[in-house]
T-cell receptor, first 116, second 116 residues
Framework: DQQVKQNSPSLSVQEGRISILNCDYT??????FLWYKKYPAEGPTFLIS?????DKNEDGRFTVFLNKSAKHLSLHIVPSQPGDSAVYFC???????????????FGKGTSLLVTP | KAGVTQTPRYLIKTRGQQVTLSCSPI?????VSWYQQTPGQGLQFLFE?????QRNKGNFPGRFSGRQFSNSRSEMNVSTLELGDSALYLC??????WGSGKNIQYFGAGTRLSVL
């Protein structure tokens, strides 16, 4: 079953405006959340992450917000630029232990188009 | 520092054949994970290796297997290929780490497998 959901397959935003990409998760054990950006014919590129002990993390034009009670996170891009046009994946991970190993749970992605 | 390298980039096989994909992680990274990306299912976790041991495994049939060598390079193998195995196979590497939430994975460009 899909534990991480991105309910908007696509989003179109004008250059200079804010882009808001949303993500919901169902597993309350997840404690680390990441956003990746993917261009065609390339692998996903890490963008920004947030730990469950925080509710906000900023990195330049990118801010991720986490609402644990709602099991919801969002990525804000301000201002949006044409080069931001890509597919954005939300991912979540349970606590990492020495024996558990890495296993990211991904949403199906949101295709963002930023128009000039 | 060189990124994650996957070879080959493209591969065409026929049903019933087997295939081996290769991944060289970022220097110093000891964890290697594999994911399958298809249009309908998004990115799905296959397995993760650390110090030549499989630590975690996703929900895929036994036809999918992998291994990791002492230099952290990894291979995945798919036997008795089916049409539904056509996908982009992504490898990701991570530095050793647990408990800190620093479970960021860095992806290669992927191998595009087409099964005819």
């Amino acid at each position: 079953d899909q534990q991480v959901k991105q309910n908007s397959p696509s989003l179109s935003v004008q250059e200079g405006r804010i882009s808001i990409l949303n993500c919901d998760y169902t597993n309350s054990m997840f404690d680390y959340f990441l956003w990746y950006k993917k261009y065609p014919a390339e692998g996903p590129t890490f963008l920004i992450s947030i730990s469950s002990i925080k509710d906000k993390n900023e990195d330049g034009r990118f801010t991720v917000f986490l609402n644990k009670s709602a099991k919801h996170l969002s990525l804000h891009i301000v201002p949006s630029q044409p080069g931001d046009s890509a597919v954005y994946f939300c991912a979540a991970s349970p606590p990492l232990t020495q024996n558990s190993g890495y296993a990211l749970n991904f949403g199906k992605g949101t295709s963002l188009l930023v128009t000039p | 520092k060189a990124g994650v390298t996957q070879t080959p980039r493209y591969l065409i096989k026929t049903r019933g054949q087997q295939v081996t994909l290769s991944c060289s992680p970022i220097s110093g990274h000891r964890s290697v994970s594999w994911y399958q990306q298809t249009p309908g299912q998004g990115l799905q976790f296959l397995f993760e290796y650390f110090s030549e041991t499989q630590r975690n495994k996703g929900n895929f049939p036994g036809r999918f297997s992998g291994r990791q060598f002492s230099n952290s390079r990894s291979e995945m193998n798919v036997s008795t290929l089916e049409l539904g195995d056509s996908a982009l196979y992504l490898c990701a590497s991570s530095p050793q780490g647990w408990g800190s939430g620093k479970n960021i994975q860095y992806f290669g460009a992927g191998t595009r497998l087409s099964v005819l």
